[in-house]
Every structure is written in structure tokens, then in C-alpha cells.
């Protein structure tokens, strides 16, 4: 969907701004580390960023937790292969 039409001023079509806004965010998430969210820039002083720019937030999360013990009774070997862990509300039991 093009910007303008999520913003309610389309019709539908691409305009060269809803090109431009659609590639500049495909930059930006590409530029995003998978596993922490940050951009290289945020931590280099010479690119405006500050090497001191997050500081570690560690909580641990209930369900994260589950799987992971689950996943530890988990057999190794073929017994183990394609065994897919998730979590379901308690209600759909």
C-alpha cells in the first residue's frame, strides 16, 4: 500500500514520494542489526552517533522461559528432528 493512500490522501497508485519513502525505509530496517535492533551509526562518534549510547536492559521474559525449558526436554538425535515449540493461550486447552 502506498504512503499517501495509508495516509489517506491516495488513490492507490505509487508516487515517486511513496517510492522514495518506501526505499528510504528498506535502508534504514537493512541498516538494523537482527539481534540487538541498533544501527551501526547510532554507536560511531563520527557519524553523530555516541559509543555509549545504550546501556544494557536485562529482564527475563515468562514465556521465553517456558520454551526454553521445554526445549531442553527436547531428545537429541532423530527423536529431537522438527520438534517446534510455541506457547497457546491456556484457554484453548
Do not use: N
Amino acid at each position: 500500500m502506498p504512503h499517501s493512500q495509508f495516509m489517506g490522501a491516495g488513490d492507490g497508485r505509487w508516487t515517486a514520494l511513496d517510492r522514495a519513502k518506501a526505499l528510504a525505509w528498506l535502508a534504514y530496517t537493512r541498516a538494523v542489526c537482527p539481534s540487538c535492533g541498533t544501527r551501526d551509526d547510532e554507536w560511531r562518534p563520527e557519524m553523530g552517533g555516541d559509543r555509549f549510547a545504550y546501556v544494557v536492559d536485562s529482564r527475563t521474559c515468562p514465556g521465553c522461559e517456558l520454551i526454553q525449558m521445554e526445549r531442553e526436554t527436547v531428545p537429541d538425535g532423530s527423536e529431537g528432528r522438527g520438534v517446534k515449540i510455541g506457547l497457546r493461550p491456556r484457554r484453548e486447552l
